[in-house]
């Protein structure tokens, strides 16, 4: 019984890895073979010379992905047969209960860090240098990084401190954890926005006047109130663009990068149009309300096997923060099963806002015409596996995107 559930818990772990990396080499395969097409739709704005470099952006990618993954799969065996049974012992005699627990986070965390940061830097100097996207320096990286491990500090040392305090108090804790990531999750959504995206970019005021009083009237006839409209410099690190509404009440944003000032104004309201019909839709407490209901299972299962690893002691360890960590790595293998569901809430969601970006601006044309430049500057996959699409993507692809809005148009023109 004890030795089966043993490797039922490798097999899921290493399970979840193998799909995953097999799922991304046959996307791959299907996406850069010599049969793959340029879809018809793309046709216009897509050179064969773009669709090459795609290709080649995809394979490096991938490339990168999976010799990343297979070594994080490495690194959870590690910690399973050896690394959290030693932490455990080392940390026995070191301090209250708590202190135990942020020193064993703290260290999972810095080892998950360090083995992380090469592929990050691998990724931004070589991979993204090389398509000519990175606008980093190493210096903007370095500082970055400390910035980011700061607040790792300061936002995880008393949100552990606080679960494990729970995890040592009861046995069925699962409702007290979703309480507290409820809370850490509307707290947050204040404060990223005011305090913790600004400690990575600056904010400025539009200055192209013309283009903020168009912006003003879609906002006025979309009916959501926006106090504030930025332009952020993105362009410190990437060249890719985008643009997000984030916020609530007197501190709700409208931001748009850099980057995409580059579109004519008929298309950066047409994105503008996509983020607003989000709103609009009510998606965001929509897809919150979603991620609580997720995340209160995935913590009432954890709780299930926490007891069970506990009680049968199957791994040699006793204090919460290890059994915690155990059974985390194992129902966090379990819910990438259910990513699907997910992204398919997602997709559906991305369809509405199409929808009403083309219904506000009165012509899908705008929107259509912004999707292919994306497509075309960004190098984004033009021929993702059907397959990897349900699984993996939170947008529909492109080309499902632009038909959809095609099919709008027509619609708009006959009738
Ligand atoms: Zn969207």
Known sequence: MLNSFVLLFIAVIVLKVLWDITLDLINMRYSTSPNAKIPDVLKDKISEEDFEKAKRYLKDRVTLGVIMKITSLILTLVYVFFLFPF??????????????????????????????????????????????????????????????????????????????WLLNKFTVWWWQLSILSTAFLLFFMIIQPLVIAPLFYKFSELDDEELKSKLRALLDKSGVKVPHIYKMDASKRTKKQNAYLTGIGKSRRLVLFDTILSYNHDEVLSIVGHELGHHVKKHIPKLLLIDIVFISFVLYITNVVYRFILETRIFGVSQPYTVFAYSFLFVSSLVFFLEPILNYLSRKMEYEAD??????????????SSLKRLVKENLSNPNPMPLYKVWHYNHPAPEERIKRLMEMGVIDRDG
């Open 87 to 164: 932490l455990e012992k080392v940390l026995e005699s070191k301090g209250s209960f708590i202190v135990q627990s942020l020193l064993f986070f703290g260290i999972y965390a810095l080892i998950d860090y360090l083995v992380e940061l090469p592929f990050k830097v691998y990724s931004i100097f070589v991979i993204e240098q090389k398509y000519g996207f990175n606008t980093t320096t190493p210096k903007l990286f370095v500082r970055d990084q400390i910035i980011g491990i700061i607040l790792g500090v300061i936002i995880g040392v008393p949100i552990i401190s606080i679960m494990m």
């Open 355 to 368: 929808e009403y970006s083309a219904k506000l601006l009165g012509t899908p044309e705008p929107l259509i």
